[in-house]
């Protein structure tokens, strides 16, 4: 019912900024959660971001927050994640998930039944 593509990932330097996108189809964008999660290599997913099906309410992962920011057009379809003051350690594949519903958003991963394939993002010293 929803398709979800990451893109935007790159190799930066410590400090850069850096903005990742996901482009969503389906009809029901506009009434689901949003979600960002990571991933490094022999790591478990981490939580990141997360946006409630109008944009009116975010939640951020400790490590992120006062550098991320998420946000959403239900217009185009399409979440974004702003990231700035980036650091080595948010080195990982980020993934975009969707919630079930107007109600699905917030750190818990069982709140979302899509997920994209994910994006490289690499943060040199």
């Known amino acids: 019912q929803v398709q979800l593509v990451e893109s935007g990932g790159r190799l930066v330097q410590a400090g850069d900024s850096l903005r990742l996108s996901c482009a969503a189809s389906?009809?029901?964008?506009?009434?689901?959660?949003m979600a960002w999660f990571r991933q490094a290599p022999g790591k478990e997913r981490e939580f990141v971001a997360a946006?409630?099906?109008?944009?009116?309410?975010?939640n951020y992962g400790e490590s992120v927050k006062g550098r991320f920011t998420i946000s959403r057009s239900n217009a185009r379809n399409t979440v974004y994640l702003q990231m700035n003051s980036l650091k080595p350690e948010d080195t990982a594949v980020y993934y975009c998930?969707?919630?079930?519903?107007?109600?699905?958003?917030?750190?818990?991963?069982?709140?979302?039944?899509?997920w994209g394939q994910g994006t490289q993002v690499t943060v040199s010293s």
């Open positions: 389906g009809r029901t964008f506009s009434s689901r959660g």
């Open positions: 998930a969707a919630g079930r519903g107007t109600a699905d958003w917030g750190p818990p991963e069982s709140l979302y039944d899509y």
């Open positions: 946006i409630r099906w109008d944009g009116g309410a975010v």
